[in-house]
T-cell receptor
Framework: DAEITQSPRHKITETGRQVTLACHQTWNHNNMFWYRQDLGHGLRLIHYSYGVHDTNKGEVSDGYSVSRSNTEDLPLTLESAASSQTSVYFC????????????FGSGTRLTVV | DAKTTQPNSMESNEEEPVHLPCNHSTISGTDYIHWYRQLPSQGPEYVIHGLTSNVNNRMASLAIAEDRKSSTLILHRATLRDAAVYYCILSTSGTYKYIFGTGTRLKVLA
């Protein structure tokens, strides 16, 4: 079965370190998205991609970067982790077209100490 | 991006219908209305979506006002497993990104 997987599920890192969160989907979806969710809040869009070599900034992109070298993967990099980036991160993918919904991964809980 | 407004929280008794409202007064003609829900400690999951006509699927029904400025997600018989945060989202034709609001937290009482 097709799926979208995020790794790791949990990570603790130190302030100032570079961190990369992985997102891998086998749906062959063109569109991929990264969101963060802070305790008691909704999801905020960080970056998104509509295809290979395409990346776009979302609502809260400062301090984050992504690259899309193939259809399956959209890794999210925190260039220099800050305590304000402690959050749960969700990756999602979708087919192009308004009739298609998102499929979300299970999330990565990141703690920056 | 057009905004949506939802009540922060609602309660329902188990096995009773639930009507979750969403206002989107600035919706444009090509905006789709999507509903997602997020169960505790999980990622959001798709519930239903529509453009102009009412929609039904195995999970829920979506009733869209004639002027499209509001919509209602209907769960026909709430169960304890339906306790979640429900998000109403608009998407504009040609873009596939969703901007989430804070959603409605549904509590189902046994």
């Amino acid at each position: 079965d097709a799926e979208i997987t995020q790794s790791p599920r949990h990570k603790i890192t130190e302030t100032g370190r570079q961190v990369t969160l992985a997102c891998h989907q086998t749906w062959n979806h063109n569109n991929m998205f990264w969101y963060r969710q802070d305790l008691g809040h909704g999801l905020r869009l960080i970056h998104y991609s509509y295809g290979v070599h395409d990346t776009n900034k979302g609502e809260v992109s400062d301090g984050y970067s992504v690259s899309r070298s193939n259809t399956e993967d959209l890794p999210l990099t925190l260039e220099s982790a800050a305590s304000s980036q402690t959050s749960v991160y969700f990756c999602a993918s979708s087919e192009s077209g308004q009739g298609y919904g998102y499929t979300f991964g299970s999330g990565t809980r990141l703690t920056v100490v | 991006d057009a905004k949506t407004t939802q009540p922060n929280s609602m309660e329902s008794n188990e096995e009773e219908p639930v009507h979750l409202p969403c206002n989107h007064s600035t919706i444009s003609g090509t905006d789709y209305i999507h509903w997602y829900r997020q169960l505790p400690s999980q990622g959001p999951e798709y519930v239903i979506h529509g453009l102009t006509s009412n929609v039904n699927n195995r999970m829920a029904s979506l009733a869209i006002a004639e002027d499209r400025k509001s919509s209602t997600l209907i769960l026909h018989r709430a169960t304890l497993r339906d306790a979640a945060v429900y998000y109403c989202i608009l998407s504009t034709s040609g873009t596939y990104k969703y901007i989430f609001g804070t959603g409605t937290r549904l509590k189902v009482l046994a």
